[in-house]
Nanobody
Framework: QVQLVESGGGLVQRGGSLRLSCAAS????????MGWFRQAPGKEREFVAT????????FYADAVKGRFTISRDNAKNTVYLQMNSLKPEDTAVYYC?????????????????WGQGTQVTVSS
């Protein structure tokens, strides 16, 4: 069992930055690929970024490529999402998720454990 707790969300102006953190419980964190997803009001949840179990491989949705960076610290059981050049369309609840796969995954059904989400609001 893995428990995930996100933090770092908030209100930021267009062009600003935020760093989200996701703290995981359990000794097997370093065995799992991790991902970030987001859900905007009235929309389905969508993939944002993923990172392999050792952090050597990452993949991003086109909408955030070049602006967001996913990273992980396995010694701290934490995965991060650095978000720069934020836009109003980035406004959403952001979720982190853990997958039993070691390589990064982009589909929701490939993730077994989910956090409760953290709100990110970008004002114009």
């Amino acid at each position: 069992q893995v428990q995930l707790v996100e933090s770092g969300g908030g209100l930021v102006q267009r062009g600003g930055s935020l760093r989200l953190s996701c703290a995981a419980s359990g000794r097997t964190f370093s065995s799992y690929a991790m991902g970030w997803f987001r859900q905007a009001p009235g929309k389905e949840r969508e993939f944002v970024a993923t990172i392999s179990y050792r952090g050597g491989s990452t993949f991003y949705a086109d909408a955030v490529k070049g602006r967001f960076t996913i990273s992980r610290d396995n010694a701290k059981n934490t995965v991060y999402l650095q978000m720069n050049s934020l836009k109003p369309e980035d406004t959403a609840v952001y979720y982190c998720a853990a997958s039993r796969w070691v390589a990064g995954r982009i589909k929701e059904y490939e993730y077994e454990w989910w956090g409760q989400g953290t709100q990110v609001t970008v004002s114009s």
